[in-house]
């Protein structure tokens, strides 16, 4: 029988056997340090690891749970090598209604399945189908976005990825049935944040269930004709691919797989862009740097052996993701108890790594709080001083899927945009944004574009 709590947003509550952690209650009764973490992720993580060192306890959203904070951690708990950190059970709270059996929902012997069929849909011939899709779709888009004056980019570019994921993963054509898939795409996503789970009509967690309905019936309708021809999108792609003992996927599972591949693509790339333009916009000589790089390549299309040409442009999203990684915490489960840093944490206690922390640490970067994409360069690397140190993409088995995918978008919207404009801010603009639960402008990224000579 369902509880009131069952209808919150993250309702399942960790064990208290966790007392012994250091830590404490946080700022308010109940609620804990949930505003702050809302507000400012990094600063509460940055004090309170001031005060209890790499492991402490949380309580923020309703639950109990242990942060892990360094590069060690993250290594322990990415690489997961005694399979204790359960992906399903931390994430199934926040998405299985909307986003059920999604990569990131399942664990250890199941996932590895699904993942090394999927995996085919991410090889090179693919991903040049999907450039090649993509090309027109991004300059027709970049040339619509306003012109010399000021518009909010956050808007503007999540609408065009929103186009553009209509076509390349679920293989619409621009129309009527693209509006309803993004619509109903836009709706499960909004309903995926959502505090109250309560099955009203009209409110954003019905309409986030209608949404899901519509990308499903989308796909069960299409999905014959899918397996009978072949097409340069997700969808086409997951219809037909195998691993190397000849594994398929069921249709539920082509299903769920494309619409979780929708949910995991978009935020995170729309985040990423607005990051870049930011920093582009705060630091013009990096859009000249860029915009020479982008000249080297004839023609008007980003072709897929152009995209190591794109070096500078790898640095510049490299360090974007640094500073405004679009994950900025990742959760686990524990499945048994374990003992963690000296201390004993019984099964089903909650556990959280933060790439935005570690990607801040002063022992592992210099100077964290500056642009400086050539941190990454080959000769200073510094990135490479422990492993787990930069994972905007996680790491180990569950890390993204899409993150070569993610980086030729990027580089292609890039290509559209600095080789014909200019991006500019108004004097002294700082982006407001907050980091959790995805890191996005909160004041829409006002920019300018303006046409180059
Ligand atoms: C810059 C953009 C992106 C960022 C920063 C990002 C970040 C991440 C992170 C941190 C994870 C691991 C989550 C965890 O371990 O719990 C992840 C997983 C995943 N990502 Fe991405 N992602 C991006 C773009 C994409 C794109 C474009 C796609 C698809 C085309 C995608 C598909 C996935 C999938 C399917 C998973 C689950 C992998 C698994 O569980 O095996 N992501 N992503």
Redesign the pocket.
Known sequence: MKTPTDYLALPRKSTDDIMHVPGDKGALPILGDTVEFLTDYLGLVTRKHKLYGPIFRNNALLQRSVALLGPEANELV?KDSGKIFS?KKA?DPILDRLFPD???LRDFDE?RFH?RILQAAFKKDALQGYLDEMNPRMREGVAAFPKQVEFGFKDSIKSLLLDVAAQVFMGVKMGNEADAINKGFLHAMEASLAVVKLPIPGTTWQKGLNGRKTLKNFIEKHIEAKRATESSD?FSQFCHAKDEDGNTLSDEAVRDHTI??LF??HD??TS?LCSIIYALAKNPEWQDILYQECQQIEGDNLGYDDLPKLEKAALVMKEA?RMY???PA??RRLIKETEIMGYTLPANTGIGIS?LFTHYMEEWWTEPKKFDPERFSAERAEHKRHLYQWI???GG???????N??EM??KLFMFHLLRNYTISVKPGYEMKYNAVPISFPTDGLPVTLTARK
Not at 397 to 403: D, E, F
């Open positions: 990415l992906s994430w999604g990569l990131m996932h993942r997700f979780f591949l995991a693509a995170t790339t990423t993701l990684p679009p994950v990742i959760p790439p905007p993409f996680g088995g569950h890390k993204c899927i899409g993150l995918f993610a978008q990027v």
